[in-house]
């Protein structure tokens, strides 16, 4: 049988590997050359490295299957470690980074430039590019026909994270060389501290974007509106629905979906589906003069049409998961 896909595993996992090693060679280059804008690189590096480490984990958890504490299963764990793997990016990456720069700011340090540095801040930008390349091939695989726009709504936020973590990483690599390499040239350690700043404020931009996404699924995040208005789409044109008359969704996790619906049945339509022409007319003729037939058949209308109604709840149920397999849990209700 053919594996099933774990949603933003792969990328996760190269970006704990990749930041792992980042982390290391740029915590080296700072201690040893004083730069402000390279510490707050490491600091990046590392905050990313354990915000990986929480996505990994969430990811993991997701995976467990449901049972009599969460009927719906764990897909929610998945959201709620992304949500603390953001905050670690606002209070550990930006927080810090910040921190640091306005210390540098207000009590300039001499930054001791060797060559060494920009070696470093290569090899970090080569590492960097390529766990942003496994992000940007993930969401383009799981979602090949919609706009960017699109793309980032509805990722997976485990490869979202990964995606603009790693995209700020590349651009802090490039903030933290040209500030570097300012301070070199113009013998000032001002631009050094500003460059910290700068690659600080940009984790703040990612970690609320972060923040503000998770959130919206831990709250009851509704499907994606173009499925919510195929599935009303399909509904409407059942002939044995009169009216939908209230429609509810929640996404539990990365592609699975609970909707719940209220509905009122056409009354015409299940009777003709219950009692053909002919039929109908050949009971009637039995029962006619015959008082107690008559109850007979009374009782055996009463228990045929709650029965019916029940099977085409379960096919109208069978006909959404057949043609949105994320629909895994349906609650129809009858008015």
Not at 56 to 75: C, E, M, N, Q
Not at 153 to 159: G, I, L, N, Q, Y
Request: some cysteine; glycine content about 6%; proline content about 4%.
């Amino acid at each position: 049988m053919k594996p099933t896909h774990v949603h933003g595993l792969l990328p996760v996992v190269a970006a704990l590997g990749g930041n792992m090693l980042v982390t290391v060679i740029k915590a080296a280059a700072a201690f040893t050359s004083g730069s402000s804008a390279l510490f707050g690189e490491a600091v990046h590096s590392f905050a990313d490295t354990l915000n990986q480490a929480l996505l990994l984990i969430g990811i993991v958890r997701s995976r467990k299957k449901p049972d009599r504490a969460f009927h719906y299963g764990y897909g929610s764990e998945r959201f709620f470690w992304a949500l603390i793997s953001a905050c670690g990016v606002f209070f550990i990456g930006a927080g810090v980074t910040i921190y640091h720069g306005l210390h540098s700011l207000l009590y300039a340090q001499e930054v001791t430039i060797t060559p060494i540095i920009f070696v470093v801040l290569a090899v970090s930008l080569v590492i960097e590019t390529i766990t942003l390349a496994t992000a940007v091939r993930e969401i383009r695989r799981t979602h090949p026909q919609s706009s960017w726009k699109e793309r980032i709504d509805e990722a997976d936020p485990a490869t979202l994270a990964v995606l603009l973590e790693d995209g700020v990483a590349v651009l802090g690599v490039i903030v933290a060389s040209v500030a570097v390499g300012v301070s070199f040239l113009t013998g000032s350690p001002l631009w050094d501290a500003l460059g910290s700043l700068v690659i600080g404020a940009l984790l703040a931009i990612v970690a609320v974007s972060l923040i503000v996404k998770n959130r919206s699924y831990l709250i009851g995040r509704s499907i994606p509106e173009d499925e919510r208005e195929a599935i009303l789409e399909l509904l409407d044109a059942e002939p044995a629905i009169e009216r939908v008359i209230d429609f509810k969704s929640e996404v539990l996790d990365i592609g699975v979906y609970r909707i719940k619906c209220e509905i009122e049945f056409n009354g015409p339509a299940l009777f003709d589906e219950a009692y053909q022409q002919e039929s109908l007319r050949r009971e009637y003729d039995e029962v006619k003069d015959d008082y107690e037939a008559f109850k007979k058949f009374c009782v055996d209308y009463a228990d045929r049409i709650p029965r019916l109604m029940g099977r085409k709840i379960d096919e109208i149920e069978h006909t959404i998961r057949q043609r949105y397999p994320s629909v895994r849990h349906i609650d129809i209700e009858v008015n």
